[in-house]
C-alpha cells in the first residue's frame, strides 16, 4: 500500500488483500474503526443521480444505496461493478470493503463468494451493531440479487 508523502495512508484501491493486511497491523479495535471509515472516505462519490429509490438498499438503520452495472464479458459470465453511498461514515466504509470483495468480479464468483466470512476473518461482525449487521446483510444480499440476474437466474 502505498502513503503519501504528509504520511496519509492512501486507501484508493484498497484490495482485499491490502485489507487484510492493514488489519493484520492493526491490534487496536478503534484503529480499525478509523481505517473502515477511511476507506469510505476514499470510495468515488456517487452521483447525485443515482441516489434513487430504487438504488437504495432496504433492510438498513442507515441510507445506504447500491447501483450495479453489468459488463458482458464475452463468451464468460458477466462481470458486475458497484458504485455505493451512505449516509454514515462507517457504512460507507462497509460498502467499500464489499467492493473490494465482489467489485469487479464475475457474476458466477460473486454468488460463491461469503462476504459474511470475510467480515468474520477481519474481526468486523463482532464490533458491529445488530443494526449494521442487518445492514451488511442486506447489502450482500443486493449484490448477490444482482448477480443472479445478471446470470438470468431468478431473484429471491
Not at 497491523?25 to 472516505?41: A, K, N, P
Request: with cysteine; net charge negative.
Amino acid at each position: 500500500m502505498m502513503t503519501e508523502p504528509e504520511g496519509k495512508v492512501d486507501v484508493a484501491l484498497a484490495s482485499l488483500a491490502d485489507i487484510r493486511s492493514d488489519f493484520e497491523v492493526l491490534d487496536d479495535w478503534e484503529d480499525r474503526y478509523r481505517y473502515v471509515i477511511e476507506l469510505g472516505r476514499a470510495l468515488e462519490p456517487l452521483p447525485d443521480a443515482l441516489h434513487t429509490e430504487s438504488n437504495k438498499v432496504r433492510g438498513c438503520a442507515s441510507q445506504v444505496w447500491l447501483f450495479t452495472t453489468v459488463e458482458p464479458a464475452g463468451d464468460g459470465p458477466p462481470r458486475l461493478r458497484f458504485q455505493g453511498d451512505s449516509d454514515a461514515h462507517i457504512v460507507r466504509g462497509l460498502i467499500a470493503i464489499l467492493f473490494a470483495i465482489y467489485d469487479g468480479k464475475p457474476a458466477d464468483e460473486i454468488l460463491a463468494t461469503d462476504a459474511q466470512a470475510v467480515f468474520a476473518e477481519l474481526g468486523l461482525t463482532e464490533h458491529l451493531t445488530p443494526q449494521r449487521s442487518n445492514g451488511l446483510v442486506s447489502m450482500v444480499a443486493r449484490i448477490q440479487a444482482d448477480a443472479r440476474a445478471a446470470t438470468g437466474q431468478p431473484v429471491e
